[in-house]
């Protein structure tokens, strides 16, 4: 029994009605959103948008990470998005552990300790927040007018929250 034998299955059952008219590589709203992996999460569905309409980068945290900021400048200098929303929540993962308990966690289960790796956990969430919109405003690789917001989306509601504003000049 292959343990990816119902994804397989759902993709064609999605294949069979899947149309003939798929959009193009440049996002419709010009928008590129940063958001956690949570699964409480769909981008999508929290914004009232469809495929096509959005480029979507998730990570643990929905942080401004090298690997984020390489791919927000490929969406903004190449494929035309003008906006940027970076989405982190209430109730996540990245703010309620500490960097000892996952390290600890890590090797209890591995027998490897992650000391190199950076987990970019949250400590204060309006800081954290801040300071990645800041980033992304700083960043050299990214062009004069594209708009920043930073958002935290409530996992209880389902209402979004915008925190900050800002314009790359």
């Known amino acids: 029994m292959n343990a990816f034998t119902d ?12 149309g003939t008219g798929t959009p193009g590589a440049i996002p419709r709203q010009r928008l590129a959103v940063v958001t956690c992996m949570d699964c409480r999460i769909d981008p999508l569905a929290i914004l009232g948008l469809e495929v096509g309409d959005i480029h979507v980068l998730r990570n643990a945290g929905a942080r401004i990470t090298p ?64 300071g990645d919109v800041e980033i992304v405003r700083s960043y050299p690789y990214l062009p004069v007018g594209v708009i920043i917001g930073g958002f935290i989306y409530d996992v209880a509601t389902g209402l979004l929250d915008l925190q900050h504003n800002a314009v790359i000049d």
């Open 7 to 18: 994804l397989i299955d759902a993709n064609i059952a999605y294949a069979a009605s899947f």
């Open 67 to 130: 690997d984020v900021l390489r791919s927000l400048v490929k969406s903004v200098n190449q494929l035309e998005v003008e906006r940027i929303a970076i989405i982190q929540h209430t109730d996540c993962g990245a703010a309620k552990i500490t960097l000892p308990d996952l390290r600890k966690k890590v090797l209890d289960t591995t027998g490897s300790d992650p000391e190199g790796v950076d987990f970019h956990l949250i400590g204060d969430q309006a800081a954290a927040l801040a």
